[in-house]
């Protein structure tokens, strides 16, 4: 069963993907990555970005990622990634490192403790 809590799916016997934004999916009811960014100082963005980068690679992503705010090409490969509970697009990753993307509170505090 799906279960939505705004800022990302849970899927019985799935990973949680943090990718729930309506530049990936076609749905109005979620919230835009430019609507969740941050200016406040984020004390464990260097432990969370740290989580977020040695992510395993599941999957090659086709194309090509642009920035939302740009429309630049960001470089890099673009894969889905993932920790095992959660998983992600490399393109997470770049807006939360660059424009304080807002994360899920429990993805934050799991990637603190792990």
Excluded: C, Q
Aim: proline share 1%; charged share 25%; net charge negative.
């Amino acid at each position: 069963m799906e279960k939505g809590n705004g800022f990302y799916i849970e899927r019985d016997n799935y990973m949680k993907t943090l990718n729930v934004y309506s530049e990936y999916i076609n749905d109005s009811s979620v919230g835009s990555i430019k609507e969740n960014i941050s200016n406040a100082k984020d004390d464990n963005k260097s432990k969370v970005l740290e989580h977020l980068k040695n992510g395993k690679i599941l999957a090659a992503i086709v194309g090509t990622a642009k920035d939302v705010f740009t429309n630049d090409v960001i470089n890099g490969e673009w894969v889905l990634m993932t920790d095992g509970i959660y998983e992600w697009s490399s393109d997470i990753v770049y807006y939360y490192e660059k424009y304080n993307l807002i994360l899920p509170t429990d993805f934050v505090n799991y990637a603190i403790e792990n």
